[in-house]
């Protein structure tokens, strides 16, 4: 899969404490993958072999950050292809109105 062409898709990119929000990692055209890596900001999240999913739930502040993902071949021996960083925002719940 060619570098400009993998894709981090988020459900939403701004979200409260306690929603939840999924990212999908996406090449164009669709191929096999041996192996699929998630990161927030610069630490690995979860590798997957079987998926192209990951969900994270509950939310609290500390998800907010970047998020990137990285596709393996579907060799062993063929090179990583990553995708552009997306950002996530974690708020606070919303304030109760005072009526």
């Known amino acids: 899969c060619p570098p400009d062409w993998v894709v981090l898709q988020v459900s939403e990119q701004v979200v409260l404490e306690g929603d939840t929000v999924k990212l999908r990692c996406r090449c164009w055209p669709e191929i096999s993958v041996y192996e699929l890596r ?4 610069d630490k ?3 590798e997957h072999r079987n998926g ?10 500390q998800h907010s950050g970047r998020y990137r993902c990285s596709f393996g071949g579907s060799s062993r021996g063929s090179p990583w292809s990553e995708s552009a960083p997306v950002t996530v925002t974690v708020h606070g719940e919303h304030p109760t109105a005072d009526t």
């Open 38 to 41: 998630f990161y927030h900001e």
């Open 44 to 46: 690995e999240v979860m």
């Open 52 to 61: 192209t999913e990951l969900s994270l739930s509950p939310l609290q502040l």
